[in-house]
């Protein structure tokens, strides 16, 4: 069946670096990529999302790759602040338009 | 739109007993979600509905779990008889656009323990 596999599971940087969290996927149907972020407590929220006929996307410190033919895509933060501490959650979706999440990745980012 | 809205927020009750989630989705919205996210096993999407209908309950871990949508403003989410293992934050999500390829809201929850 479909799956998502998402790494790493904790990732600590330090204030003003970089992270990138990557996930892949195992429908070679999927055509919709979102990220999601939840704060302690609070609900997943979309971050960010691309679609298959795109191969990068970005929005302002975070922007989104994809690659098909290997299946898998990123998110990458640029200048992470300590308000970027949170759980990301990659997705995926096809035709039957059904979300399935990866594991999700703990970001702490130290100040 | 006040968002997707469940009830109730905290649900905490004794082995055994049945439960009843509820959910709200956004108006207009044609795809409603339940996921159930635990430490252990993150989101994990236990049924899906188009249109009222229930289109994927493969996730759905055994029989005590059923779903309903009666109508496109309301589904439930139950659980009889419940188990401690049953514990975890309940989610309800919904989604809708021509193309399919949206973004799904998520409701804020609802934090179910069994003792």
């Known amino acids: 069946g479909e799956n998502v596999e998402q790494h790493p599971s904790t990732l600590s940087v330090q204030e003003g670096d970089s992270a990138v969290i990557k996930c892949t996927y195992s429908?070679?149907?999927?055509?919709?990529f979102p990220w999601y972020k939840q704060e302690l407590g609070k609900r997943p929220q979309l971050i960010i999302d691309?679609?298959?006929?795109?191969g990068e996307k970005k929005d302002q410190r975070i922007a989104v790759t994809l690659n098909k033919t290997a299946k898998h895509f990123s998110l990458h933060i640029t200048e992470t602040q300590p308000e970027d501490s949170a759980v990301y959650f990659c997705?995926?979706?096809?035709?039957?338009?059904?979300?399935?999440f990866g594991t999700g990745t703990r970001l702490k980012v130290l100040a | 739109d006040a968002g997707v809205i469940q009830s109730p927020r905290h649900e905490v009750t004794e082995m055994g007993q049945e439960v009843t989630l509820r959910c709200k989705p956004i108006?207009?919205?044609?795809?409603l979600f339940w996921y159930r996210q635990t430490m252990m096993r993150g989101l994990e999407l236990l049924i899906y509905?188009?249109?009222?209908?229930?289109?994927?309950d493969s996730g759905m871990p055994e029989d005590r779990f059923s779903a309903k949508m009666p109508n496109a403003s309301f589904s439930t989410l139950k659980i009889q008889p419940s188990e401690p293992r049953d514990s975890a934050v309940y989610f309800c999500?919904?989604?809708?656009?021509?193309?399919?390829?949206?973004?799904?809201?998520f409701g804020q929850g609802t934090r179910l323990t069994v003792v």
């Open positions: 691309i679609r298959s006929n795109v």
């Open positions: 999500a919904s989604r809708g656009g021509p193309s399919g390829l949206t973004e799904a809201f």
């Open positions: 509905f188009n249109n009222n209908v229930p289109i994927d």
């Open positions: 429908d070679s149907a999927s055509n919709y």
């Open positions: 108006s207009g919205h044609d795809y």
């Open positions: 997705a995926a979706t096809s035709g039957t338009y059904k979300y399935i």
